[in-house]
């Protein structure tokens, strides 16, 4: 009779340790200039490629444009008298020529639809991404932030007239009221659609490409303004300056604000306002050009810009407006408003 085995102890498989999960594609919320990287194709190269794709639809785009001007120039009989580039230039600057400010203002409008469709090609979705945190146009903080924008630009546009109170003169160009009044017309349809359209390019498409790679906002910041002030090569040297110093405080309230509608905002009432006067000829010219201008001129638009700048600081912080987009929301979800005194901070790291 065989001795019986003892019985083996049940041996339990050895334990694994479960794999950590995957580190999160982006800081969590996410501010606004880092939401490329919270799409869920989201790789290195796909911001690149948008850019690439959007320069190239922007100069087909161009050459339309231009060849439709050049045809409407024929028609009308205007052709003529353009003999050099600084003819043909003080021709496409003349606001109070509507042809001219068709082209002036079409060409720059038409980007609005090239950025969410140089996105999609790149496979950046969901595009609201480019609006704000809320992937959306929160349309009530925009009409908030024409407050702040209709005060300021009456009072930066008051200061054209100011040295008339020191006896000196100023000659009125004289405008057909006709032509006015279609150039009024042209004004308030494109200027909204041209503004948006470069704020959309400068601190939406550039801003968000370069905060895709660099965590630090004023990487983004910085390059947008240099290109948005070299785009406006039009103007003098002072009024250059004075462009960028706007364009950084465009950059600076997206960044503070979780989106472009405060910079749209006060770039469209800026724009409706300047173009008014000058195609009514009461600046004495109808020349978009900062000729005269000195050292004097970018230093108030620091002023007056920072002035909207805190301004809307204040609003934001006091109605809660959203800085940052948490991962947890699913594409459309919204961020809730932030409590006034746990405002998002993203200025570090």
Do not use: K
């Not at 790789?43 to 490629?49: G, I, Y």
């Not at 000659?171 to 200027?191: M, N, Q, S």
């Not at 987009?325 to 408003?337: D, F, I, K, M, V």
């Amino acid at each position: 009779m065989s001795e019986a085995q003892p019985q083996q102890p049940y041996a339990s498989p050895p334990l694994v340790a479960p794999a950590p999960p995957p580190p999160p594609p982006v800081e969590d919320p996410a501010p606004y200039h880092r939401l490329f990287r919270t799409t869920p194709r989201y790789a290195w190269w796909r911001p690149l490629v948008a850019v690439a794709v959007f320069v190239a639809f922007f100069l087909v785009s161009q050459v339309i444009v231009s060849i439709i001007w050049v045809i409407g120039l024929v028609a009308s009989g205007g052709l003529d008298s353009l003999l050099s580039f600084d003819d043909i230039m003080a021709r496409v600057t003349d606001v109070s020529n509507p042809l001219s400010l068709l082209l002036l203002l079409g060409s720059v409008a038409i980007m609005l639809p090239l950025v969410p469709l140089a996105m999609l090609c790149a496979g950046l979705r969901p595009v609201g991404i480019m609006h704000s945190v809320a992937q959306r146009i929160r349309w009530r903080w925009m009409l908030w932030c024409t407050i702040p924008a209709l005060v300021i630009t009456a009072l930066s546009a008051g200061l054209s007239f100011l040295p008339l109170l020191w006896g000196d003169t100023l000659e009125p160009v004289p405008v057909d009221a006709g032509t006015f009044a279609i150039l009024a017309v042209l004004i308030v349809l494109l200027v909204p659609f041209q503004s948006a359209a470069e704020e959309y390019v400068f601190r939406g498409l550039i801003m968000q490409t370069l905060g895709a790679w660099v965590r630090s906002p004023w990487v983004g910041i910085v390059a947008s303004t240099v290109i948005f002030t070299v785009g406006h090569t039009q103007y003098e040297l002072w009024g250059m300056l004075s462009v960028g110093i706007m364009g950084l405080g465009f950059a600076l309230v997206v960044w503070r604000t979780g989106g472009l509608e405060a910079g749209i905002a006060f770039h469209v009432v800026n724009n409706v306002v300047a173009l008014l006067l000058l195609a009514s000829g009461s600046l004495g010219t109808t020349i978009m050009s900062s000729e005269g201008s000195d050292a004097f001129a970018p230093l108030v638009q620091a002023v007056f810009t920072a002035g909207f700048v805190l301004w809307v600081e204040f609003g934001a912080r006091r109605r809660g407006i959203a800085r940052a987009r948490s991962l947890a929301l699913a594409p459309g979800e919204e961020p809730g408003n932030a409590a006034p005194a746990a405002a998002v901070d993203t200025s570090h790291g």
